[in-house]
């Protein structure tokens, strides 16, 4: 069984952040703000040794997929940020493709929405910040070759030959079966056996029927709190649909909840689990958050533990992490002030039993 955790490479100053929320935003700004907005509340969030690190720095992703390696994880899932040809946080996957020192395995998820503020709690309507365009063949081609030297590295995740690639929202690319049929004849002349594309799966997506859709992942806890437990506004009655509020308004659900209702959804061949640590997305958008109450070390390995079991019965060799370092939502493996390796500890135990 290969784990494989998401991977944000928000955590260093971009021109486009720098525009929208002033210079020197990164994620720590969001994560560092942060305060309780209940009684019992973990907020903020604070890295073990208050290691508030650049991505850029020197020895900063060697650290990373070291910690990584040595406690079970296959690999990172690299978020990848492409708007006609502009690229956006590129750089530490760069970096990780120009260091072939760093003997650890990644794949990349197109994040193929626009770039909008709300995803750092702005009030009101979306603000659009880089929109979304898919254009043609041509538009295809300059993407591919941006991908093209990752596909060839022999750390590049691969599945049956052909390199993984996700992709967030799928059913948004009006030609998406085109696109992918380019894409697969691409690598094919790049001598591979195509490309294994994978939808991720969010909110209703129905795209994996597609012949050009290799498989699928649940991206959790999104897709059950959203499909299977509802997403009530503020004035929603009390406990309906598995969520609680308090008298701040914020959304609130259980751990354990929303982990037994991802466990009873069946799998198929190449659809393919998602364990998540923990949500709170309060650091981005303060009570307008969602909060998942009761995540625990013990919690998470016992979970981690039957999707993996899971997973193997049903003839799957991934189960996804959600996430390394996502520390604005709460969500992250790295290690913290309160928590330690604790995580980390559960997912070597786990890996080491499968």
Request: aromatic share 16%; hydrophobic share 35%; proline share 5%.
């Amino acid at each position: 069984m290969k784990i494989i955790s998401f991977y944000l490479p928000q955590f260093h100053e971009i021109p486009e952040n720098n525009d929208a929320w002033g210079r020197g935003f990164t994620e720590w700004t969001n994560v560092t703000k942060s305060k309780p907005l209940f009684l019992g509340h973990n907020q903020p969030r604070i890295p073990l040794g208050g290691n508030y690190y650049n991505l850029l720095d020197d020895g900063v992703m060697e650290w990373q997929t070291s910690l990584a390696r040595n406690y079970g994880i296959y690999g990172f899932c690299l978020y990848h940020y492409w708007f006609n040809g502009r690229l956006v946080l590129e750089k530490p996957a760069q970096r990780l493709l120009g260091n072939e020192g760093i003997g650890f395995h990644y794949c990349f998820a197109w994040a193929n929405e626009p770039w909008t503020k709300t995803w750092h709690g702005a009030g009101g309507n979306k603000e659009i910040l880089i929109p979304q365009t898919y254009g043609g063949e041509e538009e295809w081609s300059r993407h591919y070759a941006y991908f093209r030297p990752f596909f060839h590295d022999r750390r590049y995740i691969k599945e049956g030959g052909r390199p993984m690639l996700l992709i967030y929202r799928l059913r948004n690319i009006p030609h998406f079966n085109d696109m992918i049929r380019y894409w697969n004849t691409r690598a094919r002349e790049d001598g591979f056996q195509g490309l294994f594309i994978v939808s991720m799966n969010v909110c209703r997506e129905h795209v994996a029927k597609s012949i050009w859709v290799d498989g699928s992942v649940d991206f959790e806890p999104n897709r059950t709190k959203s499909e299977r437990l509802g997403t009530e506004s503020a004035a929603a009655p009390k406990e309906k649909g598995g969520w609680l509020w308090n008298r701040f308004a914020v959304k609130a659900i259980q751990y354990d909840a929303i982990n037994r209702e991802m466990l009873r959804t069946p799998h198929e061949k190449n659809h393919f689990r998602t364990v998540f640590v923990d949500y709170d997305d309060s650091p981005r958008r303060g009570t307008r958050a969602v909060v998942t109450r009761g995540s625990a070390p013990e919690k998470f390995g016992r979970y981690l533990r039957a999707a993996l079991r899971q997973s193997r019965e049903e003839g799957n060799g991934y189960v996804f992490l959600n996430a390394w370092n996502e520390w604005g939502e709460g969500n992250y493996l790295e290690p913290d002030e309160r928590h330690g390796h604790s995580y980390l500890e559960k997912v070597r135990e786990c890996a080491n039993r499968f």
